[in-house]
């Protein structure tokens, strides 16, 4: 006769699911220190040995890393490691820089239509946040500086959405989100009504998603970043007239 008795999973295995599970949602971000094994058995309810059995087995697959004296971190580089020779390639073409524009639009509708529907009121609370740091250093004297909050404000729609492959899609390309953002920002402030624009895009960016609208929500994700795709193209249109300009004045003297 078959057995048929349900096997009941190792503690080990479960608290290893349940870390994974945090590393997926983002409670866990990679570099982030785990809480001492203390702390974190208490929370889990199991016991220690327990606990390091489940620690040991992330390890053994790459997802954290044990530094002497220093605890248990979350792997740095867990994001970027199957993509990296991707990203390094685009991020030295400067002529794919419009296809990431377009895969921001795509991904970035989304997270905000996600947001809007799933965002908790802790979501919300760190969506304002992200906003007002972001507005308070948007006046042009550190771009990088802009340029960092603005990727830290869109990863934080992502987040929101709730949807652990959308969320690591975009973090994947967060780095690479952040040099096109200081490239954008620094062309697009040659425009005199760019700063205002990007400042009211934004806010209504955010205020779709704090008033629970999916659509309006993804409509002005879309809108945003229409804008600075139409920004960038019109200045490569320019650069292009003016290199024409000066091939044609070099050819007559």
Not at 136 to 145: H, L, M, T, V, W
């Amino acid at each position: 006769m078959v057995d048929q008795r349900v096997r009941q999973p190792r503690l080990a295995d479960a608290i290893v699911e349940r870390l994974e599970s945090m590393i997926l949602e983002g409670s866990l971000k990679p570099g982030q220190r785990l809480p001492p094994e203390r702390q974190l058995a208490e929370q889990f309810g199991v016991s220690r040995p327990s606990l390091r059995g489940a620690i040991q087995t992330l390890a053994a697959r790459g997802l954290l890393v044990s530094r002497q004296g220093g605890g248990n971190f979350v792997t740095e580089d867990l994001n970027t490691r199957h993509t990296d020779p991707l990203l390094g390639m685009l991020s030295r073409h400067s002529e794919f820089h419009l296809d990431l524009l377009e895969f921001r639009d795509a991904l970035e509708g989304l997270a905000a239509y996600y947001a809007a529907m799933r965002a908790t009121p802790a979501d919300r609370q760190m969506l304002i946040q992200r906003h007002d740091e972001l507005e308070a250093a948007f006046q042009g004297k550190d771009p990088q500086y802009e340029a960092s909050l603005d990727a830290a404000f869109h990863l934080a729609i992502a987040e929101a959405a709730h949807n652990v492959l959308l969320l690591h899609t975009i973090r994947d390309v967060f780095h690479l989100l952040e040099k096109s953002i200081v490239e954008n920002l620094r062309l697009l402030f040659a425009r005199s009504d760019a700063r205002p624009r990007l400042v009211q895009q934004h806010r209504a960016l955010l205020q779709a998603i704090l008033d629970g609208d999916p659509e309006e929500a993804r409509q002005r994700a879309h809108e945003h970043m229409l804008f600075v795709e139409e920004g960038m193209l019109e200045l490569e249109r320019s650069e292009t007239r003016s290199q024409r300009s000066l091939r044609r004045a070099q050819s007559t003297t």
